[in-house]
């Protein structure tokens, strides 16, 4: 047994953080990875056995890298985790707040407070976003969009409601070859077209020759980078050099909640802190489409050069402006 998996077995007898974390993503369809992951830490504080607050933050922080340390791509889930034990920290230096009665079970219960208010306002940030990102879907707009971004649908869907059932625009939906992926955007293109909103289908291999119909695209993001590019699914960073190149030039807006903007700067495709095998050199095998399936879950990075704007639950911001937002978010 590490020291690591000693000091968390102390703390909390019997807790798994990761068996909690699937089990939040497997109850709640909606819930992204982030909110799920602080909540499976809130749990964790909830049971808690730590009698100190240096012991509780301990916890916490080797928990969350054993949560990281368990999935193949963590940058969204970081972003949440790290913001929240930072919003946990900042809530101990407020004046009296780290010294509540002086008895440690009222600073534990003022944690505990404050971390359901962050998965509150975590939870609540689509909402706001949708409500901020319907004002940029006008009438005869045609939308480009990729993935299965929850936000993005929210966005799309509350678009439609505010059309009084007359919806005026469309979109072009690209749906990848891969399983999980294409399961995902399924779900949103059929809620969309429940609500009137005429959605055609494309492969990624479309993108260019559809882009002509094209009057915005709008995405979504695993991760906002500190020199305001992205990290998203696979496919995303093709998509914004296409609506660059072709003339006129397509807007191209990223949606994303504040608690996905990540302490990153990436310079390239090659700089993300995972490990991905999308090119993958072989000399022998011939199960080419097999091998496409084991990238379901890449991801690309998009250089804020080719992005319009970041639509957040805090104002639209442009790529220039996520440092800035960043420092208010962290300090």
């Known amino acids: 047994m590490t020291q690591t998996e000693s000091t968390r077995g102390d703390a909390v007898p019997h807790f798994d953080i990761v068996g909690t974390y ?3 993503l497997q109850e709640d369809a909606d819930i992204t990875m982030p909110v799920a992951a602080i909540e499976a830490l809130v749990e964790l504080l909830a049971q808690s056995q730590a009698s100190t607050v240096a012991e509780t933050l301990t916890l916490l922080n080797e928990s969350t890298e054993h949560l990281k340390a368990s999935i193949p791509n963590p940058i969204s889930l970081s972003a949440g985790t790290d913001l929240f034990q930072r919003y946990l920290i900042s809530t101990l230096q407020r004046p009296g707040s780290s010294d509540p009665g002086g008895d440690f079970r009222n600073i534990k219960a003022h944690l505990l407070s404050n971390g359901k208010v962050f998965v509150s306002r975590a939870k609540a940030s689509r909402e706001k976003i949708a409500e901020v ?30 059309s009084a059932g007359s919806v005026r625009f469309k979109v072009i939906y690209v749906l990848p070859s891969t399983t999980t992926a294409a399961t995902e955007g399924d779900a949103i293109v059929s809620l ?37 590019g992205i990290i998203s699914r696979l496919g995303t960073y093709q998509m914004a050099m296409l609506a660059k190149a072709v003339k006129p030039r397509k807007p191209f807006f ?75 978010i962290w300090y």
């Open 254 to 328: 990223v949606v994303a909640e504040s608690h996905k903007f990540v302490r990153l700067f990436p310079l390239g495709q090659f700089d993300l802190p995972i490990e991905q095998k999308v090119i993958d050199f072989k000399t022998a095998g011939t199960e080419g489409k097999k091998e496409l399936e084991k990238v379901e879950a890449a991801v690309d990075f998009t250089p804020p050069e080719l992005i319009s704007a970041l639509i957040t639950e805090n104002g639209v911001l442009t790529p220039s402006a996520v440092s800035e937002e960043l420092i208010k």
């Open 22 to 24: 699937n089990r939040l």
């Open 133 to 162: 990102g319907k004002l940029f879907v006008r009438d005869e707009e045609t939308i480009l969009t990729n993935g299965g971004s929850r936000v993005v649908g929210a966005l799309l869907m509350r678009a439609a409601e505010a």
């Open 192 to 228: 969309l077209r429940e609500k009137g909103v005429p959605v055609a289908v494309i492969s990624e291999s479309a993108v260019a020759y559809s882009l002509r119909k094209v009057t915005m695209v709008i995405v979504g993001a695993e991760g906002v980078v500190e020199n305001g």
